[in-house]
């Protein structure tokens, strides 16, 4: 089957740099986004990977690994406003999307 | 450039009544999907339309739910009889690519409570 493993949750402190990780097993494979979810908000569109290696973004920062079938986004000089949950989610041989479940991401000073 | 448009914001309904929701996509963009996403959960795709053609409808609950969208632009998503487990935020996306390997951008979503 198809899925996607990110944590739950992770907490960092303002101005540090955390990395959120995503397994995922698709049917093919097409590339993998991350989408940025505040509270009560609609995601919004952070990266797209599809070849391997590392994509930045300001401070942000996606990393894919296809052999591995593993990627990571890494937030630097962390801001109170990142406080959010960050959604992974990758595209299928039909092109369709397979959503993770988010990681909630807490910021603290 | 305006986004996505939703509506409506709120709906508290009791069970087994009927509901509607409304959608309108960016300008120009061709593919339309409705998500479902329960608090806690990653958005679960209902619908995803192609102009005014169905792409893929295989998570939606045809019993309950329909979806349509006319001319290819508006779409409504219908719920009846709803149940207490539809309680969830439905999410109206669009995107430009015909594939949908695109960019989505999404609307902020119609919070639906089931009592």
């Known amino acids: 089957g198809q899925n996607i493993d990110q944590p739950t949750e992770m907490t960092a402190t303002e101005g540090a740099i955390v990395q959120i990780n995503c397994t995922y097993q698709?049917?093919?494979?097409?590339?993998l986004f991350w989408y940025q979810q505040h509270a009560g908000e609609a995601p919004t569109f952070l990266s797209y990977?599809?070849l391997d290696g590392l994509e930045e973004k300001g401070r942000f920062s996606s990393f894919l690994s296809r052999s591995k079938g593993y990627s990571y986004l890494l937030l630097k000089e962390l801001q109170m406003k990142d406080s959010a949950s960050y959604l992974c989610a990758g595209l299928d041989s039909n092109y369709q999307l397979i959503w993770g479940a988010g990681t909630k991401l807490i910021i603290k000073p | 450039e305006a986004g996505v448009a939703q509506s409506p914001r709120y709906k508290i309904i009791e069970k087994r009544q009927s509901v509607a929701f409304w959608c309108n996509p960016i300008?120009?963009?061709?593919?339309l999907y409705w998500y479902q996403q329960i608090l806690g959960q990653g958005p679960k795709l209902l619908i995803q339309?192609?102009?005014?053609?169905?792409?893929?409808d295989s998570q939606l609950p045809k019993d309950r739910f329909s979806a349509e969208r006319l001319k290819g632009v508006d779409s409504t998503l219908k719920i009846q009889p709803a149940k207490l487990e539809d309680s969830a935020v439905y999410l109206c996306?669009?995107?430009?690519?015909?594939?949908?390997?695109?960019?989505?951008?999404f609307g902020e979503g119609s919070r639906l409570t089931v009592l």
């Open positions: 996306a669009s995107s430009t690519r015909g594939t949908g390997t695109g960019e989505l951008f």
């Open positions: 698709t049917s093919g494979f097409n590339g």
């Open positions: 339309f192609q102009n005014n053609g169905v792409v893929d």
């Open positions: 300008s120009g963009h061709a593919t």
């Open positions: 990977n599809v």
